[in-house]
């Protein structure tokens, strides 16, 4: 199989043409976004808008460099995420969409319509037939389907479980309903009562009440909870975990094979932009941004979820470690950064199986803009 091109910007400008508004426009037309869109077509801008409080989410303005090309091309944009399964600022529509604009993606900025891919309470649904090893179907946003062709922009970015967030995560789980959340997170937390120290923060944010506080330690109900992880994100302490071994390579599968699911009938009609900026050590799930954990690399695109991923996972390994940063080790040139953070997680996992089970190539020529 030959390499997939993966079309790289880096951050630098010293002139008004090399701006990072002209790199994304430039992108846009090297790796030949134009031809997934046909005219008068719906074309989905997915993005992650950002939980109140975080800041690291992509840029509105670089949004709308999409959005304008898109239209330029004769489609009919408009930008879109799905609910999510745990409880915040994006857990509806109505709730969704004022996140969205008091982000900037209000219509004045981006160019185009918001558009909650799964409706106002997660019913807006479509089963899709993938026939692979952890599903036969999986529960796609009903808007997902219905698009005719999607540009995927991701913030890349560390994450609790799944290692790292990029284009491969923003499909699968970002392009599901609640119920294909649901259905992805197989594994369930649990509480290190030596380590607890009863502070009560994720007895705060669970969503459907299955922590509670006894003998001054948190414990979990298991039949209540729903495997949103959100107790781990919160925890000053790291007194809650999961079985990594058998567990979470299930998981991260399950959000690949989901992506399957997101892309099937338009693979053609695809294009994915990874942001490479800003890479916190959690996911824009959370209600906050931390220290980068490496400088700020770039912009890359592809028409390759794939072989994106991997280009980013190396650029970001291949930086030194940011001082203060959640890095706890590998700060070195080289080293795993998102083990340097959990050194549990599996990150390249993501690539591995999605070479396997073709969502695409890890097999990538990175092309530098000239």
Known sequence: ?????????????????????????????????????????????????????????????FVRQVVDKVRAHGGKPFVTDSNTLYLGSRNNAADHIETAVLHGFDYSVVGAPVIIADGLHGGNIKTVTINKKHFNKVIISGDI???????????????????????????????????????????????????CIGCGKCVAVCPKTAITMMNDKSTIEKAKCIGCFECMTVCPERAIDIDWLTEIPQFIERIVEYAVGAIQGKESRMGYMNFLTH????????????????????????????????????????????????LLHNHRKGADKFKGLRENTDAYRQIRYGNEIGLGSSEYELVPLE
């Not at 490496?294 to 001082?323: H, K, T």
Request: aromatic content about 6%.
């Open 1 to 61: 199989m030959s390499k997939q091109k993966v079309y790289f910007a880096n951050m630098s400008a010293r002139n008004p043409n090399d701006n990072t508004i002209s790199k994304i426009n430039r992108l846009f037309d090297s790796a030949g976004f134009g031809e997934t869109i046909t005219r008068n077509s719906l074309a989905a801008i997915k993005l992650h808008f950002g939980e109140i409080g975080n800041d690291s989410y992509i840029n509105p303005v």
């Open 279 to 326: 890479i916190t050590p959690d996911c824009d799930c959370v209600p906050w941004s931390d220290i980068p954990i490496v400088p700020d690399i770039g912009i890359l695109a592809s028409r390759d979820p794939v072989a994106i991923d991997a280009a980013s996972f190396d650029l970001v390994n291949n930086q030194e470690g940011n001082p203060g940063s959640q």
């Open 145 to 195: 389907v219905a698009a005719e062709s999607i540009i995927v922009l991701s913030h890349f970015k560390g994450h609790e479980v799944a290692g790292f967030g990029g284009a491969i995560k923003n499909l699968g789980m970002g392009c599901a309903s609640a119920m294909g959340k649901q259905a992805q997170h197989n594994a369930r937390p649990e509480i290190i009562e030596e380590a």
